[in-house]
């Protein structure tokens, strides 16, 4: 069956029992404005002070357990906690009930630093993380001193294993091949009660994952997926091995081959500064829309 893809929504979630996941940002670490980027994709956003794309990171909401959880701490959580806690149901906590990373790289994890004594003093924010992620939060400041001051409660969780977080959301973690300098990545596998999604924000190319990226695709309804660079012309200043990743035209090349209703659940995330489908009327953005793809929207809710 072909998942309905959303438009963005402005109002709360009017949804009280169901579950929803929110697009809380598209953009690449180290966002929109880049720093030190004198081009045009970031020479309007300097002149202005301002960017309303922030970094990659999704939401979930589960109304009926009057729970939800957060995605990656990025260096905008503290507006992307906000959004998520105003798009679910009323609440006056302004934590999310977990925090789930997925590698030790500024944009997925940094955000952390904004419930330590310097700004939040969070109490006990579960934050789940893989072996080596959870060790170097231990063992490095200033992470160490969220884990000593009990801002932050560490969950260890395992490659592959289901992580309950309600009676209507399960998690599971997918070991992915990226630049593991701190510590493994990892995508999620995300479980509701009537859709699931995968997201992979970070991976260095298709073929080098054990798994079958079009088989993945082809088991859940929505896939938001690593779309860093369009293609190598917008990265000729910088060194492609040391920063991989599949660009559009290769996911697109792969996906060639999937029938509309499967290329309609690949919504293209983590985008670079320098990505063309930041720009709605660019030729590239077209073409993606034209190939049968999305690209991913903040502020987007779907349903789960």
């Known amino acids: ?27 690449q670490d180290a966002g929109l ?20 794309h922030m970094v990659v990171s999704l939401g979930l909401i589960d109304h009926g357990n009057r729970k939800k959880f957060l995605l990656e701490a990025t260096p905008d959580m503290s507006a992307q906690i906000k959004d998520l806690k105003e798009s679910g149901f009323a609440s006056e906590q302004e934590t999310p009930d977990g925090i789930f990373l997925t590698h ?6 940094a ?10 003093g969070a109490k006990g924010v579960p934050v789940y993380a893989m072996p080596r992620m959870k060790k170097f939060l231990e063992t490095n400041g200033p992470w160490s001193q969220l884990v000593s001051d009990e801002n932050i409660a560490l969950q260890e969780i395992a490659a592959e294993d289901t992580v309950s977080l309600t009676p209507q959301i399960q998690m599971i973690p997918l070991l992915v091949p990226h630049r593991d300098e701190f510590s493994e990545t990892v995508g999620y596998k995300i479980l509701g009660p009537n859709k699931s999604v995968l997201f992979i924000p970070d991976i260095n190319k298709w073929d080098l994952w ?15 997926i690593d779309a860093t660079f369009y293609d190598a012309a917008e990265i000729n200043h910088r060194d492609i091995s040391e920063i991989p990743h599949p660009f559009v035209v290769e996911s697109m090349a792969i996906f060639d081959d999937l ?20 720009n709605e009327e660019s030729v590239q953005y077209q073409e993606v829309l034209k190939q049968g793809y999305g690209v991913a929207k903040q502020g987007a809710i779907y349903g789960l």
Request: with cysteine.
């Open 259 to 278: 029938p509309a209703r499967e290329k309609q659940k690949i919504q293209f995330i983590h985008l670079n500064h320098t990505n063309p489908l930041h």
């Open 33 to 52: 404005p880049h720093i030190g980027c004198r081009k045009a994709c970031c020479r309007d956003f300097f002149r202005t002070g301002r960017s309303k």
């Open 1 to 27: 069956m072909s998942p309905e893809l959303p438009s963005v929504q402005s109002e709360p979630v009017s949804d009280t029992i169901g579950i929803s996941l929110m697009v809380l940002g598209t953009v």
């Open 111 to 120: 955000g952390l630093m904004y419930l330590g004594k310097e700004a939040l």
């Open 210 to 224: 054990e798994r079958d990226i079009v088989q993945e695709i082809r088991d859940v309804d929505y896939a938001f």
């Open 104 to 109: 030790a790289h500024i944009g997925h994890y």
